[in-house]
């Protein structure tokens, strides 16, 4: 069964602090993992994409890590600011046959940065 | 840049009433995904089309239909809807990538109330 799981469901830090948010996916045939954001009520957005072959990729304050051999991923956000309170999603695509672009969503890991 | 747009944002309906939900593509991009979101869960892929042709079907209503026009927006139809149909409804446009498949873009989503 395709699956995409992700920990912690919630997660509060202080305003400077870092933080790791992790990803485990079943979702088979694999070739990408992608880590979008979301604002409560607003539609998604995407942070990074990891293909297989990719191990480490920095988006500014955002490093994502994949091991597809133990199908994990992380996404660490470093020196963390209030606009970061949001949902963190992981989010893998199917990419062969009739579900062909369906995505497979995580729960999403609830951000909540204090001041 | 051009995003993807839904309209409209935010519609409330009765129980058992119709409800037409939007979407505009990014320009040059040929497949539409529909996904609902409710509260507190994670999205979850309705339909898709490519090209003007149902690509993929995944957990529709069978009171829901959606279709895909020549100037590639799509419209999504709801009938006799139900309380449980009250969510987020989230389109998202891509075009082929070689590196990384289908790219998905969402639009900021249209929030439907039933009452």
């Known amino acids: 069964k395709n699956q995409v799981e992700q920990s912690p469901q919630s997660l509060i830090i202080l305003e400077g602090k870092n933080c790791t948010l992790q990803?485990?996916?079943?979702?088979?045939?694999?070739?990408?993992l992608r880590w979008y954001k979301q604002d409560t009520g607003r539609g998604p957005v995407s942070l990074t994409i990891?293909?297989?072959?990719?191990n480490t990729k920095s988006n500014g304050r955002y490093t994502a890590t994949l091991d597809a051999d133990t199908k994990q991923s992380s996404l660490h956000i470093t020196a963390s600011q209030l606009s970061d309170s949001a949902s963190y999603i992981c989010?893998?695509?199917?990419?062969?046959?009739?579900?062909?672009?369906?995505?497979?969503f995580g729960r999403g890991t609830q951000l909540t940065v204090w001041p | 840049a051009a995003g993807v747009i839904q309209s409209p944002r935010h519609l409330i309906k009765e129980k058992r009433e119709t409800a037409t939900l939007k979407c505009y593509p990014i320009?040059?991009?040929?497949?539409v995904y529909w996904y609902q979101q409710g509260p507190g869960q994670d999205p979850q892929f309705l339909i898709s089309?490519?090209?003007?042709?149902?690509?993929d079907k995944g957990s529709i209503p069978d009171r829901f239909s959606a279709q895909q026009f020549s100037d590639y927006h799509s419209e999504l139809n709801m009938s006799s809807l139900e309380l449980g149909d009250s969510a987020l409804y989230f389109c998202?446009?891509?075009?082929?990538?070689?590196?990384?498949?289908?790219?998905?873009?969402f639009g900021p989503g249209t929030r439907l109330t039933v009452t």
């Open positions: 320009p040059r991009h040929d497949t």
């Open positions: 990891m293909t297989f072959s990719e």
């Open positions: 989010v893998v695509p199917i990419l062969g046959g009739s579900t062909l672009g369906r995505l497979y």
């Open positions: 998202a446009s891509s075009t082929v990538d070689r590196s990384f498949g289908y790219e998905q873009y």
């Open positions: 089309f490519y090209e003007k042709m149902q690509s």
């Open positions: 990803c485990n996916y079943t979702v088979s045939p694999f070739s990408n």
